[in-house]
Each structure stands twice: as C-alpha cells, then as structure tokens.
T-cell receptor, first 115, second 110 residues
Framework: EAGVAQSPRYKIIEKRQSVAFWCNPISGHATLYWYQQILGQGPKLLIQFQNNGVVDDSQLPKDRFSAERLKGVDSTLKIQPAKLEDSAVYLC?????????????FGSGTQLSVL | DAKTTQPNSMESNEEEPVHLPCNHSTISGTDYIHWYRQLPSQGPEYVIHGLTSNVNNRMASLAIAEDRKSSTLILHRATLRDAAVYYCILRWGSQGNLIFGKGTKLSVKP
C-alpha cells in the first residue's frame, strides 16, 4: 500500500517569498491534515479537510497561509509571504474517515528553511 | 482541551522491556488514547490506541488504568530502532483532531 506522498522534501527560501507544498494522501482516505512541526516541538495541527471541505482551520494563520484540497484528493499548502518563524517541517497526514478510533498515516514532511 | 503529561525522556537497555507512562486525568468517557512515535527525520508513526480495555498489537501493548486517568505503553523488548519520541494523545470531539504534546524521548542503549 502506497503511503502519504509529500513534495518537495526540502525547500529553502528568503523571507517574504512564497512557497507551496503538495500532498497526495493514501487512496480512499477522506480526511487530510496539515501539521507544522517546529524543531524540538510536537506537530501542531494547521488544517483538517474532510473530502474537499474544511473541518478545522482554527490554528491556520490565514493572513499568510492558505490550503486547498481539490476534488477531495491531493492538497496544497501555501505560505505567502513567508516569515523567519515559518521555518519548520510541514507534515501531511490522512485517515480513512477521521473517526476517533482511526489511525493517521503521516508523510515524511517538507522541511522549510526561511532565510 | 484534553491534555496528557509524559516524562521528557527515558532510557532503556536493548532487549529489555520499556514502560512509557502517560497521565490524562481530564479524560472523558468518549476520548480515545492514541500513541504515536517519531523517529529522527521522519513523520509520526502510529503505534497503538485504545478506549477502555488493554490492547496488544505487533508493535506494543497498551495498558489503561481502570479509571482511565493514566495509561502505559509497553515495548516488550526494546531494540535500537525503537529510539524515538513517543507521543501519548487523547483523541476527542467531533473532529477527532490529534493534538500532540512534547512527548517522551526514548533512548535505547546497546
């Protein structure tokens, strides 16, 4: 079974530039999550999709971050403009339906460095 | 918000059992207890989860206290590959979001 795919693996940009991350969840998984993990901390949920609708984006800095999930499959997360404090690993995860007893499958993440 | 408390770090010897504790005194009746681990430079990996009863799988065992206010993840024979940060998480609410804390960093000595 193919896992959650993310690209790129690494990205280095200067502050005020824009960047986009891509995620392809496990086939058939309705729920998709984006997490931000700053060095030394646990992952922090940014946004949760159920199919192509947003379930929770309460932690997403909406002045600079945006995310979409077209056709309920792939998803992109964008930062525009980037700040130094956005340097982190961005993790995508998916689960079958998003119920409490399900497990999440995580991708390897995109490591972003903002200079 | 439902919260968990874990020790910052633990050490174990290879091939010995490891007991990773987690306190969750504010747990409610419908909250699931999930454990994930994260190896260096990788995304978190599911380990095990439970609601009320103890659970076993090929990776580990989960022992849940009778009052559900604490749980213990048991690795029966630690290997060097088990060195990771282990997160104990309560999954709750209508959306069931996984809210990660700082976890326990497990070191395994040969």
């Amino acid at each position: 079974e193919a896992g959650v795919a993310q690209s790129p693996r690494y990205k280095i940009i200067e502050k005020r530039q824009s960047v986009a991350f891509w995620c392809n969840p496990i086939s058939g998984h309705a729920t998709l999550y984006w997490y931000q993990q700053i060095l030394g901390q646990g992952p922090k949920l940014l946004i949760q999709f159920q199919n192509n609708g947003v379930v929770d984006d309460s932690q997403l800095p909406k002045d600079r971050f945006s995310a979409e999930r077209l056709k309920g499959v792939d998803s992109t997360l964008k930062i525009q403009p980037a700040k130094l404090e956005d340097s982190a690993v961005y993790l995508c995860a998916s689960s079958l339906q998003g119920t409490l007893g399900e497990k999440l499958f995580f991708g390897s993440g995109t490591q972003l460095s903002v200079l | 918000d439902a919260k968990t408390t874990q020790p910052n770090s633990m050490e174990s010897n290879e091939e010995e059992p490891v007991h990773l504790p987690c306190n969750h005194s504010t747990i409610s009746g419908t909250d699931y207890i999930h454990w994930y681990r994260q190896l260096p430079s990788q995304g978190p990996e599911y380990v095990i989860h439970g609601l009320t009863s103890n659970v076993n799988n090929r990776m580990a065992s989960l022992a849940i206290a009778e009052d559900r206010k604490s749980s213990t993840l048991i690795l029966h024979r630690a290997t060097l590959r088990d060195a990771a940060v282990y997160y104990c998480i309560l999954r709750w609410g209508s959306q069931g979001n996984l809210i990660f804390g700082k976890g326990t960093k497990l070191s395994v000595k040969p």
